[in-house]
């Protein structure tokens, strides 16, 4: 999965940058895990193939220091969260798993948009919804990393791969929408906005490099057809968000790569949905 590649960790990182500690920035301690490495595909002899759904029941989870998944997650909470499944790196068959009768409830958990729903409440200051979310999606990153220790080529964790790559796409629209909040808060006069905008147009490219990876991964026949339809779905949702914070280049490229993908016979399944969703990409 070329996503491996992709430098989801320095995407959190240029977000903080962006943040900065000016007038109308998020203040409070930096998110713990937006420092975390970008996912790099470790060495063939490295690569885990899972045997089979041996995950752990909710309440073993709850046990080894998991929050409770029966209810939304605070950013700090996927932090401690990220920490536990760090735990079985050597044994990544007792990650949770998607649709599973096991462990299902607790994948559920770490997908779900409701851990950063808290982004959208105007009611709170924006000092507090930055921080929350940011942590979230650092955190994010970093299961996202954990679970790519296992070799999709095997059809192990492939599901997994793909769902959390859908929600780092919808945590990415809430960052999204957080800095464009911010940003027209931002004094011009101030010493540090130079760094903050750069700090933007890195943010940008790295959506860039995350919409490219999603469609690459739409590609990959190691993947179910079942899953990459999934993400076709996540696709779906955020692009038009995401589309219009990338760089001028990529919103030339994106629309001729999603032809291409249209033209490709062996995505023939998704030829019309990929179609549509060319044509509902803005324009402009």
């Known amino acids: 999965m070329n996503v491996r ?3 989801w960790g320095g995407l959190v990182v240029a977000t903080v940058l962006l943040s900065g500690c000016g007038k109308g920035a998020p203040r409070g301690d930096a998110p713990a895990a937006a420092d975390a ?9 490295q690569l885990v193939v899972i045997p089979g759904d041996t995950s752990l029941t909710p309440e073993e989870y709850i046990k080894l220091g998991m929050p409770a998944h029966d209810r939304a997650w605070t950013g700090p909470e996927m932090n401690k969260a990220s920490t536990v499944l760090a735990k079985f790196e050597k044994d990544l068959g007792k990650l949770p798993r998607y649709n599973s009768s096991r462990s299902g409830k607790v994948f559920s ?5 409701e851990n950063f729903a808290s982004s959208k409440n105007l009611a709170l200051p924006l000092n507090m919804r930055f921080p929350n979310t940011l942590n979230y999606f650092g955190a994010m990153n970093t299961i996202f990393k954990t679970y790519l220790s296992a070799d999709p080529r095997a059809a192990t964790l492939g599901a997994e791969q793909l769902e959390l790559m859908g929600t ?15 940003v027209p808060t931002l004094d011009p006069k101030d010493p540090t906005y130079p760094a903050r905008m750069r700090g933007l147009e890195t943010m940008r490219g790295g959506l860039a490099t995350m919409v490219s990876g999603g469609l690459i991964s739409l590609t990959e026949a190691h993947y179910t057809e079942a899953d990459r339809l ?16 990338l760089t001028d280049g990529s919103k030339v490229e994106i629309p001729v790569r999603l032809s ?3 033209a490709d016979p062996k995505l023939a399944f998704a030829k019309d949905r990929l179609r549509a969703l060319r044509e509902k990409l803005p324009t402009k």
């Open 5 to 7: 590649g992709f430098p």
């Open 37 to 45: 490495p970008a996912p790099v595909l470790p060495p063939p002899e």
């Open 168 to 182: 780092l796409m919808r945590s990415a629209v809430a960052m999204c929408y957080l800095c464009d909040e911010l």
């Open 260 to 262: 291409e993908l249209e």
């Open 109 to 113: 958990r770490i997908a779900s948009t």
């Open 230 to 245: 999934r993400l076709l779905g996540s696709l779906e949702e955020t692009l038009p968000v995401l589309f219009t914070h």
